[in-house]
């Protein structure tokens, strides 16, 4: 069954750091999502990805954040100047056109230190 | 805004039927969703419903009143592996998605 994956599954920085979290879609899906969970807590939203552009985003995903797909299979969230506050799971899930049905990875943890 | 509101914690006994119940106020409203997560794995679609009523898809079963802003996941037969937290997401936007506060469910021998 075609699932959606997630590159690195951990991820440890330094506070003021980039970091890219890489995630590659289920291939014929053409809406993809970044969602991030700081442990013990909620679901977030951040942003979502649809033809190539941005179609929602949360407050959260400020400046600090951006989302790229720089080929046809992968998509990508570069975090700008980590912050200790950044520490939590980031999912990321896409979708075909006609389902409501997320696809979820299985998460980077990242740890900013 | 958006606001979603579950119980945080609910026990139910194997073979048991347990209701997760959600109450939502979002700004806009296209559909409400459930996902299920186990503890360390990633969320995992259980159901959708965009229109009032039942949708029922196996042991789980899940309802919405778009009226009463109100909607529960509704799982039978309890099984110990569905011990795990479950969320409510609405659908709010064109393509923002808010889940609630999640309901650690824990089923019991």
């Known amino acids: 069954e075609p699932e959606v994956t997630q590159t690195p599954s951990h991820q440890v920085t330094q506070m003021g750091q980039e970091v890219i979290l890489r995630c590659v879609p289920i291939?014929?899906?053409?809406?993809f999502y970044w969602y991030r969970q700081i442990l013990g807590q909620k679901v977030e939203f951040l942003v979502s990805?649809?033809?190539?552009?941005?179609?929602?985003k949360s407050e959260i995903f400020d400046d600090q954040f951006s989302v790229e797909r720089p080929d046809g299979s992968n998509f990508t969230l570069k975090i700008r100047s980590t912050k200790l506050e950044d520490s939590a799971m980031y999912f990321c899930?896409?979708?075909?056109?006609?389902?409501?049905?997320?696809?979820f990875g299985p998460g980077t943890r990242l740890l900013v230190l | 805004g958006q606001s979603l509101e579950q119980p945080s914690e609910v026990t139910a006994v194997e073979g048991a039927i347990v209701q997760i119940n959600c109450t939502y106020q979002?700004?806009?409203?296209?559909?409400l969703s459930w996902y299920q997560q186990h503890d360390g794995g990633a969320p995992t679609f259980l159901s959708y419903?965009?229109?009032?009523g039942l949708e029922e898809t196996g042991r789980f079963s899940s309802f919405l009143s778009r009226s009463d802003s109100y909607g529960y996941l509704l799982l039978q037969e309890l099984q110990m592996k569905d011990s795990a937290s479950y969320f409510c997401?609405?659908?709010?936007?064109?393509?923002?998605?808010?889940f609630g506060t999640g309901t650690k469910l824990q089923v019991i021998p």
């Open positions: 419903n965009a229109l009032d």
């Open positions: 990805f649809y033809n190539n552009e941005i179609s929602e």
């Open positions: 979002t700004s806009g409203f296209y559909g």
């Open positions: 997401a609405v659908s709010g936007g064109y393509q923002k998605v808010t």
């Open positions: 899930a896409s979708r075909d056109t006609s389902k409501e049905t997320q696809y």
């Open positions: 291939s014929n899906h053409l809406y």
